[in-house]
């Protein structure tokens, strides 16, 4: 079965260094999108993306975070200075369909500490 | 904007008993809620999804959920627990073009 996939599956950063995480989409999917999940709390929306632009970004998602998507098959999104409220875990996904009916497919995850 | 609530923060259940999670929402328009669940150290897997039609959805791992408009509910079930169904739950809702909402999760004992 197609799936997500992310690396590193853990980082550990100090803080202000840059980061950047890597995820492969399902092959046939057009969506791309970035969610997080600080220990002990919500999955949270970060951001969207479709057609080499973002289409939707949450108030998380400021000035210090960016998505790209360099080749046909990597997505990535890259924290530019860490801040230790950055540590969570981060979990890119894609759809292949538009719509509010649409599945989103999450990958494994990469755990990022920031110390 | 829309959102989902799952008011219990552990559900413990013996194996081979029903298991129930619960999962209420609060939309302005049509619903589109879904399921996943989390193993440990693992991502998020989808279980299933309500659109539009049938009321009782059927996933994977044996799962269902049932969609309860009067209630605005959406409850996930499966007839008989197993052991390998402890793990983390989580309920979801379309919030917009693009972005699932999801609630606090459910993490889901099964007591051999």
């Known amino acids: 079965e197609p799936e997500v996939t992310q690396t590193p599956s853990h980082q550990v950063t100090q803080m202000g260094q840059e980061v950047i995480l890597r995820c492969v989409p399902i092959s046939n999917h057009l969506y791309f999108y970035w969610y997080r999940q600080i220990l002990g709390q919500k999955v949270e929306f970060l951001v969207s993306?479709?057609?080499?632009?973002?289409?939707?970004k949450s108030e998380i998602f400021d000035d210090q975070f960016s998505v790209e998507r360099p080749d046909g098959s990597n997505f990535t999104l890259k924290i530019r200075s860490t801040k230790l409220e950055d540590s969570a875990m981060y979990f890119c996904?894609?759809?292949?369909?538009?719509?509010?009916?649409?599945?989103?497919?999450f990958g494994e995850g990469s755990w990022l500490t920031v110390v | 904007a829309q959102s989902v609530a799952q008011p219990e923060d552990q559900v413990n259940v013996a194996e081979g008993n029903p298991l129930t999670v619960k999962c209420t929402y609060s939309v302005s328009g049509n619903p589109y809620l879904f399921w996943y669940v989390q193993y440990p150290n693992r991502g998020l897997q989808f279980l299933l999804k309500?659109?539009?039609?049938?009321?009782l959805v059927k996933g994977s791992y044996g799962f269902e959920a049932e969609f309860n408009k009067s209630q605005t509910s959406f409850h996930l079930k499966k007839p008989s627990a197993l052991v390998s169904d402890s793990a983390l739950y989580f309920c979801a809702v379309r919030d917009g073009n693009n972005r699932l909402a999801f609630g606090k999760g459910n993490q889901v004992v099964v007591i051999p």
């Open positions: 993306f479709y057609n080499n632009e973002i289409s939707e």
């Open positions: 309500y659109i539009t039609g049938d009321n």
């Open positions: 996904a894609s759809s292949g369909e538009r719509g509010h009916g649409n599945t989103i497919y």
